[in-house]
């Protein structure tokens, strides 16, 4: 059989019907073109010029890379113009992005982490980007901020592009999750994973360890309990893994299982956690769904979460349904 690029595959989905707005269908599309764009830049590397510091911070207080900056505009560039937008927003823009004037709006809300794990670029480690697409509110012309903050549950698609040893797009809008790997060659996006499954169990675990003084009781106990390995109360032994790039971490939970965690911390009290809800907890949350998997900030499911703020963080539990439901329920107790 012929090769299923993202552009065909998409307008099949299109033609089962209900299944995909032709709109909607554009806007990933549009999206995905970004990627690829963001993609090249990634693998050109020092080449390009595009590696170390940007000089600038974001919103969040944190130093931009350039290629924070570069993915950001890319992402602007490539969806301005195509009519599917009524506004965007960036976990690298303070505020609302609004479609320029000369060009038609449309019915979407597009929000992005443009490049995900930013501190694995210049040791070239694997970075990403990742997306979350909302209807917005009838009645709005001019989005602000209120448009956005919707619970992830609202989401029509999401998904997330990793620039690793390969470039995968992997993608949901609510039936299942479509995974299609970058023909350099040819230039287009090819489907190579139908329908990715969460495996429900496994001994792999991610979390940054070097906060372990700063955790709460529940996941503390949780990963003392992993690392007792057999002979402990959860009887089996646990591998660890941390990329340090969320991208990098769900694609390999997706791939052969595992759970990834962010919770919140000492560090900064009034902080949720370190990742934020709109562009990177939601997102993860409706793919790993999506997969069979299981995504908590340790009492309810993270996209059932209000929020109450563009740039809100919340604490992350997602992977392997079993696990999730395991340190949910130590913070319940
Ligand atoms: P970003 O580069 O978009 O700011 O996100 C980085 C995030 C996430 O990808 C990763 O899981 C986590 O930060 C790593 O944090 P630590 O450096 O605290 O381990
Ligand atoms: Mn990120
Ligand atoms: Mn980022």
């Not at 299944?19 to 080449?47: F, M, Q, W």
């Not at 060009?103 to 501190?119: C, N, Q, V």
Request: hydrophobic fraction near 40%.
């Amino acid at each position: 059989m012929s090769r299923i690029t993202l552009s065909r595959f998409l307008i099949e989905q299109q033609r089962k019907a209900g299944t995909l707005p032709p709109e909607l269908r554009l806007l990933i599309e549009t999206v995905g073109r970004a990627c690829k764009a963001i993609s090249y830049s990634v693998n050109k590397g020092a080449l390009a010029g595009i590696l170390g510091e940007a000089g600038t911070g974001n919103i969040q207080g944190e130093a931009q890379k350039k290629l924070d900056v570069i993915a950001n505009d890319f992402l602007l560039d490539a969806n301005e113009w195509g009519g599917s937008l009524a506004a965007m927003a960036s976990e690298e823009m303070e505020l609302p992005y609004h479609i320029p004037g000369e060009y038609p709006k449309g019915e979407y809300l597009l929000m992005f982490d443009p490049l995900d794990g930013s501190s694995n670029i210049d040791v070239n480690i694997s970075v990403g980007t990742i997306f979350s697409i909302l209807r917005c509110p009838e009645g709005i012309d001019h989005p602000t901020q209120e448009a956005f903050l919707q619970p992830g549950t609202k989401q029509v698609a999401a998904g997330y592009t990793v620039y690793g040893p390969q470039t995968m797009l992997v993608l949901t809008f609510g039936s299942g999750v479509h995974g299609f790997t970058l023909d350099r060659e040819h230039g287009s996006f090819v489907l190579t994973h139908s329908d990715m499954q969460v495996p429900e169990t496994t001994q792999e675990f991610a979390i940054n360890m070097s906060n372990m003084r700063h955790w709460e009781a529940p996941v503390k106990r949780y990963v003392d309990e992993m690392l007792a390995g057999k002979t402990g109360p959860l009887g089996k032994d646990y591998n660890m893994r941390w990329v340090a790039s969320m991208v990098a971490e769900v694609h390999r939970i997706i791939t052969r299982g595992g759970i990834f965690m962010y919770p919140k911390d000492a560090r900064d009290p009034d902080k949720a956690g370190k990742l934020r809800i709109m562009y990177e907890g939601n997102p993860m949350a409706f793919i790993i769904e999506q997969a069979g998997g299981a995504a908590t900030n340790g009492y309810q499911r993270i996209m059932e979460i209000q929020p109450k703020g563009l740039h809100e963080r919340v604490a992350v539990f997602l992977g392997s349904k079993e696990e999730v439901e395991r340190i949910t329920a130590y913070h319940q107790q």
